[in-house]
């Protein structure tokens, strides 16, 4: 097991939210790591990637009653920026 040394206020800090949640340090810690650094997962390869993406595009596909036959998304650049560059000026 690994060792870390964090300053005294932190661990009181650590401790006291450990207590208030019935838990270890150790426990307290180890939920938020996983939460705030998951694990790093390797890229998908060949089949496993396209049945992935199908999977998705199936997904996508159940989805497109919610909107009319002619909807567009408008992703363009000035649509997603355009309220902050205003917001700027």
């Given at each position: 097991?690994?060792?870390?040394?964090?300053?005294?206020t932190?661990?009181?800090?650590?401790?006291?939210?450990?207590?208030?949640?019935?838990?270890?340090?150790?426990?307290?810690?180890?939920?938020?790591?996983?939460?705030?650094?998951?694990?790093i997962?390797?890229?998908?390869q060949?089949?496993?990637?396209?049945?992935?993406?199908?999977?998705?595009?199936?997904?996508?596909?159940?989805?497109?009653?919610?909107?009319?036959?002619?909807?567009?998304?408008?992703?363009?650049?000035?649509?997603?920026?355009?309220?902050?560059?205003?917001?700027?000026?």
């Amino acid at each position: 097991m690994a060792t870390v040394t964090i300053p005294d206020t932190v661990y009181r800090r650590l401790n006291d939210r450990a207590t208030a949640l019935s838990l270890s340090v150790e426990e307290l810690l180890s939920h938020v790591v996983e939460q705030a650094i998951p694990p790093i997962s390797k890229p998908l390869q060949g089949e496993e990637w396209k049945r992935e993406f199908d999977r998705w595009m199936s997904d996508i596909e159940s989805r497109k009653h919610r909107y009319p036959a002619d909807f567009v998304v408008d992703d363009s650049r000035a649509s997603i920026y355009d309220e902050r560059i205003n917001a700027q000026r």
